[in-house]
């Protein structure tokens, strides 16, 4: 499983180093592409140029939508809030709730309305979940996006910015265009009172305060079209102002232009996931589906190991007992070469059947599936009948001295019956495997300090280098090769014994004996207030 999670992670550092150099050698290409065209590009534009422009136009578009749509949001969220906190907690709850529902789908049309009338492109809102996907965990998920509560204050600012900026252009556009044609209204307004069209009744064309005025304006109500009178000085005051009113309307347009071109940006940077954001639920939903992929492989796995394991212990225990049923044919009937065979082949019968025993026993772990029966149990039974069981077999197969020693009046150990002889059993043949001929495996049994059940199994062989003793539990280690090959051991015995010992409640450690050799320690718990068994 590490080595999946390193791969997904090193796949994904690639990747994300191959998309930023494709960014920079994009940059740098668009970066000599526009210095190419700087030149033309300024000899295009000019003070002029912004009303060739159909972004000019796309803003003012934008603009006049995002007013009625400004106040709409507000008043959908403002009277959806203040209805919400006049109820209570549960109405409040489920406004908040419908707020944040309502906001997401409000941001969808934002998204659309900015990339048909501005062109902005926009990232995905929110990562692609697994199909699939149950709507509490979606739910969580939105809960978890930074997006969605990045779209809650984009449209507090959305608002705000469709109630003001409209309001403000529309103002400055509708003083520019009064400045732009003066010349114009002012003739308008000469032949109109001039024509005598309103009488002597000048408010209709002047403010109040112009009236005294009128005639230096050229305003003389009642002479006829054929006295129009312009008066020279106000002609040249409105065209000063028609021209200050056609720079006003390009800085307008201009300002205006910008405003919305930052606006996209920022809808793009509010609206949408980041890059690094982008990137990371990559990551994650790539080293989802390694780790998926990884627990399936593993599964099928452990279903391939039990279910080998499960079909391989007949025909094993069906050889086994055939080569001791020939095995004990009378010695004339059963040349010496062929006896010596057999009892070879027997050996490695027996091997194999461990071998496949230790695995359906660690298929079974890790499936779960390893039941154990806890109950009081008489430890120093075990002890004698695993002594009784080994004994003949060290002396006659190793020449190793099998001792037993146990202390009387014991209380019993909780412990699965079986699964402690097993215990036992690996920690015996282990110690008699790797002691030389003519030394001695010794079995104690006694109380612990804490008052717990120590059972040690003590051997007088080469013993376990000492960086090895944390390791020597670990499942298909080996301190030595050269020794596994001699005894034939698969490196699973120590694992299995650490495993059924946990499972017991107890614990299993290794030590180096001083004078030479290993020791194994096991501590079960002891039975309370149960009677005194004697040994």
Excluded: C
């Amino acid at each position: 499983m590490d080595d999946v999670a390193d791969d997904v992670a090193d796949d994904v550092a690639d990747d994300v180093a191959d998309d930023v150099a494709d960014d920079v050698a994009d940059d740098v290409a668009k970066a000599r592409e526009h210095q190419a065209g700087a030149p033309q590009a300024r000899r295009r534009a000019g003070p002029f140029s912004v009303l060739r422009r159909g972004q000019t136009y796309r803003a003012l578009l934008y603009l006049a939508l995002a007013s009625p749509t400004a106040w709409a949001y507000w008043v959908i969220f403002s009277q959806g809030v203040q209805g919400g906190t006049e109820g209570g907690i549960l109405p409040f709850l489920f406004v908040v709730v419908a707020v944040v529902a309502t906001s997401w789908y409000v941001a969808i049309f934002e998204r659309v309305l900015a990339r048909w009338i501005l062109g902005v492109r926009f990232t995905a809102m929110a990562p692609r979940g697994p199909d699939p996907y149950p709507l509490w965990e979606r739910f969580k998920a939105h809960l978890r996006n930074p997006v969605t509560w990045k779209v809650l204050g984009y449209l507090a600012v959305r608002t705000a910015f469709g109630i003001a900026v409209p309001a403000v252009a529309a103002g400055l556009i509708a003083l520019s265009l009064l400045l732009l044609f003066a010349p114009l209204l002012y003739l308008a307004a000469v032949a109109i009172v001039n024509a005598g069209w309103f009488g002597a009744n000048l408010s209709f064309v002047l403010p109040s305060a112009l009236i005294p005025y009128a005639g230096t304006l050229g305003l003389q109500p009642g002479l006829g079209t054929s006295q129009v009178w312009v008066a020279p000085a106000p002609l040249a005051v409105t065209l000063i102002s028609a021209v200050l009113g056609l720079f006003l309307l390009l800085g307008v347009l201009h300002l205006l232009a910008l405003v919305v071109a930052l606006w996209g940006r920022f809808a793009r940077l509010t609206l949408g996931m980041s890059e690094k954001d982008i990137w990371l639920a990559e990551a994650r939903a790539v080293a989802a589906s390694e780790h998926a992929r990884a627990e399936r492989a593993d599964h099928s796995r452990r279903e391939l190991i039990l279910n080998a394991s499960h079909e391989l212990r007949t025909p094993i225990a069906s050889i086994r007992a055939h080569i001791e049923s020939l095995l004990l044919l009378e010695a004339e009937r059963l040349p010496d070469n062929v006896r010596g065979f057999l009892e070879i082949t027997q050996r490695e019968a027996e091997r194999l059947g461990t071998l496949v025993d230790e695995l359906l026993m660690l298929a079974r772990a890790d499936a779960d599936e390893l039941k154990l029966r806890l109950a009081p149990v008489a430890v120093g039974d075990v002890v004698e009948e695993v002594y009784q069981a080994l004994e003949p077999l060290a002396e006659r197969e190793r020449e190793v001295t099998l001792v037993r020693e146990l202390a009387p009046g014991l209380p019993p150990a909780l412990a699965d019956r079986d699964r402690l002889a097993q215990v036992l059993l690996n920690l015996v043949r282990n110690a008699i495997a790797y002691t030389p001929a003519g030394g001695v495996v010794s079995i104690a049994l006694g109380r612990a300090d804490d008052g717990a059940i120590a059972l040690t199994v003590t051997d007088t062989g080469v013993g376990i280098p000492a960086q090895d003793l944390e390791r020597v539990f670990e499942r298909f280690y080996r301190a030595d090769a050269s020794r596994a090959r001699e005894t034939g051991g698969f490196g699973l015995g120590l694992s299995i014994v650490r495993d059924l010992v946990r499972a017991m409640g107890g614990t299993v450690v290794a030590e180096r004996v001083p004078e030479g050799g290993s020791r194994f320690r096991v501590t079960l718990r002891a039975v309370p207030d149960a009677s005194v068994i004697g040994t």
